[in-house]
């Protein structure tokens, strides 16, 4: 998930996010904060969102800003970003771990192969992966969207 976002967006855009991985643990930390409201399946739908739209609101007003003066200034900012949402995430969560429980669906092997278990929750996260990588193949492949990002990325 983190290469595949980030190759498009440094190939395609030419932008240099090096803040691209704190996005991804604020959503780990979304995913707990909203599994313990709304519960585990709603808030692995609904994080991603809110990650998505921060995302996009760093994009349009500050990266944008700095794109047109090239990659360092894009690192800087981007790395800044990257240890704001790190003291961001400690002083809200804190530096310990904290307590994230899967649900009962995802508890247990899902078989065992020759005396070793494979855990359901590993199975879903390479279905989850498995669903990710087709669907951006079709949207690459299949799109019109995915045409633009084509050509964009052979004939910037």
């Given at each position: 998930?983190?290469?595949?976002?980030?190759?498009?967006?440094?190939?395609?855009?030419?932008?240099?996010?090096?803040?691209?991985?704190?996005?991804?643990?604020?959503?780990?930390?979304?995913?707990?904060?909203?599994?313990?409201?709304?519960?585990?399946?709603?808030?692995?739908?609904?994080?991603?969102?809110?990650?998505?739209?921060?995302?996009?609101?760093?994009?349009?007003?500050?990266?944008?800003?700095?794109?047109?003066?090239?990659?360092?200034?894009?690192?800087?900012?981007?790395?800044?970003?990257?240890?704001?949402?790190?003291?961001?995430?400690?002083?809200?969560?804190?530096?310990?771990?904290?307590?994230?429980?899967?649900?009962?669906?995802?508890?247990?092997?899902?078989?065992?192969?020759?005396g070793t278990q494979f855990p359901k929750s590993r199975s879903f996260i390479m279905l989850?992966?498995?669903?990710?990588?087709?669907?951006?193949?079709?949207?690459?492949?299949?799109?019109?969207?995915?045409?633009?990002?084509?050509?964009?990325?052979?004939?910037?």
């Amino acid at each position: 998930m983190l290469s595949s976002g980030l190759t498009l967006i440094f190939s395609m855009m030419g932008v240099l996010n090096f803040a691209h991985t704190s996005f991804y643990m604020l959503g780990a930390y979304f995913a707990y904060t909203l599994s313990g409201v709304l519960g585990f399946w709603p808030a692995l739908f609904v994080a991603p969102l809110l990650v998505g739209a921060l995302g996009a609101a760093f994009e349009r007003y500050s990266l944008r800003r700095v794109h047109k003066f090239g990659h360092v200034p894009e690192l800087l900012v981007t790395f800044g970003l990257s240890y704001l949402i790190l003291e961001v995430v400690q002083l809200v969560w804190g530096r310990s771990t904290v307590p994230y429980g899967l649900p009962e669906a995802l508890q247990g092997p899902l078989f065992t192969l020759y005396g070793t278990q494979f855990p359901k929750s590993r199975s879903f996260i390479m279905l989850v992966a498995l669903l990710m990588l087709v669907a951006v193949w079709l949207l690459l492949t299949r799109t019109r969207i995915g045409l633009v990002i084509q050509a964009a990325l052979k004939h910037p």
